[in-house]
């Protein structure tokens, strides 16, 4: 393994010194210098890595999807072949019982949901899927349909996450999991059947599987 350099070296401290800060005290309350005095780094150095605080959570979600999609290609190994869909219904569950279940975590995702942060990130994450669901089921959606759905879906996400935080909606993490992915399948027209099926397949196979080795910040 090629050994980190000491720029990589001081990225690496930064990085988990504000996952560290964005833990315990939050998104909002936390300051980049803050982060630099953390990470016991100048806040030129600290700038140089992570021009501002948003820049953070990109890394910090793609490392996460990334965690997630590793974890369920070890569980997935002598498992029945899935499609596109099927596997994001999976990582969907993973994905929002991580962030909703602990309160810290919850209210960092809620913060920057408030203020869009992450929305740079997901659009792009979320129009290669959705295409990849387009193929699968053979549905007929226009490209300028696809993009108007894709808002629309990133719109009901971001405000059924802060109703759920908010707690004016009150239900199981696995049950708004499952209300999350359901709505977008329906709005891109994808079977009922095939919806049922593989909404009660994912809860089995998430109960069944241990995912406590992931983790959004700390």
């Not at 016991?40 to 953070?56: I, N, P, Q, R, V």
């Not at 300028?144 to 993490?173: N, S």
Request: one cysteine or more; glycine letters at 4%.
């Amino acid at each position: 393994m090629r050994k980190m350099t000491k720029g990589e070296m001081t990225k690496e401290r930064i990085y988990k010194s504000a996952k560290e800060l964005f833990y315990n005290q939050g998104y909002n309350t936390t300051t980049i210098q803050q982060i630099a005095d953390h990470s016991e780094t100048t806040l030129g150095s600290m700038t140089y890595h992570f021009a501002t605080k948003d820049t953070f959570i990109a890394r910090i979600f793609d490392d996460y999807l990334d965690s997630i999609h590793e974890s369920l290609k070890e569980k997935l190994i002598g498992y029945k072949p899935i499609n596109a869909f099927e596997k994001h219904f999976y990582l969907t569950m993973v994905w929002y019982h991580h962030l909703l279940s602990d309160p810290r975590v919850n209210k960092f995702y809620y913060e920057i949901s408030q203020n869009d942060s992450l929305y740079p990130f997901l659009h792009g994450k979320m129009g290669e899927i959705y295409h990849d669901f387009v193929r699968d089921y053979n549905l007929r959606i226009r490209p300028i349909e696809f993009d108007a759905l894709l808002i629309a879906d990133f719109g009901a996400r971001r405000e059924l996450t802060r109703a759920f935080c908010e707690t004016r909606i009150k239900m199981p993490v696995e049950d708004f999991s499952i209300l999350i992915i359901t709505n977008t399948a329906r709005c891109l027209g994808i079977p009922a059947k095939s919806i049922y099926r593989v909404s009660y397949e994912a809860l089995l196979f998430f109960r069944e599987h241990d995912f406590s080795e992931i983790k959004l910040l700390i």
